[in-house]
């Protein structure tokens, strides 16, 4: 879903276990590791998304996991020219 200044409703999720470990993800033929993230559809909420993303990706369900914190607020960023 883009919105009105051309940005993408987008999650980005950050796993940790006991030993304060981050998960990261290999990228698809690519050399390169990133934390999942999906976009967000019409009618969908930020939670439904991610865990969607990561039982689709990972194989991980809500049962799986809890939610600790969430950005306050939503978050935009643009990307150099040469990453687009």
Sequence with gaps: MIDSEDYRANVGIV??????????????????????????????SELDASFLELNEEIGLSSEHLGVLAKTPKWLRYDLPDYHI
Excluded: V
């Design 15 to 44: 796993i940790t276990n006991d030993k304060q470990q981050i998960l990261l993800t290999k990228c698809f033929k690519q050399d390169s590791w990133q934390l999942p993230q999906s976009g967000i559809d019409f009618g969908e």
